[in-house]
């Protein structure tokens, strides 16, 4: 058995593990665990260039894709915040140069783009999180460093057990996508309990009981939910698609002068636990779109 693909899958889910457990205390997760993931990913993809016999060169491709992740883990201010910043700038150039170098010297190469699979992703991820399709910014990083340590699909002798069909379907399905695409799939179990949850305590009212449940406004004041009702001119408004705050406390006040005692919320889901979850079953089972594809 190969040792790298275990590596992969056994470091990825123990960072994993750790920092869904500080996901489910305090719904945040520390940056240390991508930095570490990341970093780990990068190792493992030099060494995986080196045992593939390719072009040396082809180290290069780490510069671009250890710049543009650790960007995402760096608090620094804009490119011309408060006037020029030129250290990202120079490193956003030498990203680019490298990059540029390697498709001008390989673009005709298969091995390259099975690379550039990384970097794609990274753009999805990024686009998923600018449009809060993916929520929570440590959920973009865990996804971005599973993204490095994931170029390929983790093969056993006997795993998974869907095969994959040819080579270039794990290039177009990678992943570090089908990692997310499963987390999606556990979570689905989240509406079926609400909507059970709310037949049970007699609040029917569609379709927002499969997005939320009752709850006191102080007792909401501590709890990890989103409000999904808010005061507006003409009264309370109920909505399925939480606004993103620093604080909530002047919604709940809001709420309070009115009147209101309860109101709908939802619960703001750890969802590092389902991608950790995601990291073994996609390993095991493989991609279910797969049993589609001959």
């Not at 929520?135 to 996804?143: E, F, S, T, V």
């Not at 606004?243 to 406390?249: A, E, L, R």
Request: aromatic residues 16%; proline residues 6%; negative net charge.
């Amino acid at each position: 058995m190969d040792a790298v693909p275990v590596l992969r899958v056994a470091f990825a889910f123990i960072i994993m593990l750790a920092a869904s457990r500080s996901d489910w205390k305090s719904r945040t997760a520390s940056d240390t665990y991508w930095f570490v993931l990341g970093i780990f990913g990068m190792i493992l993809l030099a060494a995986q260039i080196y045992l593939d016999g390719v072009s040396p060169l082809y180290i290069l491709f780490l510069v671009p894709v250890g710049i543009l992740f650790l960007d995402t883990l760096w608090d620094r201010k804009g490119m011309f915040e408060e006037g020029l910043n030129p250290v990202p700038i120079v490193l956003y150039i030498i990203a680019f140069v490298a990059l540029a170098a390697l498709v001008a010297l390989y673009w005709q190469s298969a091995y390259l783009w099975q690379l550039m699979s990384i970097l794609f992703i990274f753009a999805l991820i990024i686009l998923f999180y600018q449009f809060n399709i993916i929520k929570g910014g440590a959920d973009a990083k865990a996804l971005l460093a599973l993204s490095i340590v994931f170029p390929v699909y983790p093969v056993f002798d006997f795993l998974p057990l869907i095969p994959i069909p040819v080579d270039v379907a794990q290039y177009l399905f990678p992943f570090s996508f089908l990692i997310l695409f499963d987390a999606a799939l556990i979570t689905i179990v989240v509406p079926i309990g609400l909507f059970i949850y709310n037949i049970s305590k007699g609040d029917t009212r569609l379709p927002v009981m499969f997005f939320g449940y009752r709850m006191s406004v102080s007792e909401a004041r501590k709890k990890f939910v989103w409000p999904l009702e808010y005061i507006v001119e003409g009264g309370r408004k109920l909505t399925l698609f939480p606004k993103t705050m620093d604080s909530y406390d002047e919604v709940y006040d809001e709420l309070e002068k009115s009147g209101a005692e309860d109101l709908w919320v939802t619960p703001k889901i750890p969802f590092l636990i389902p991608l950790t979850i995601s990291v073994l079953f996609s390993t095991i089972v493989g991609n279910l779109i797969f049993l589609f594809v001959r």
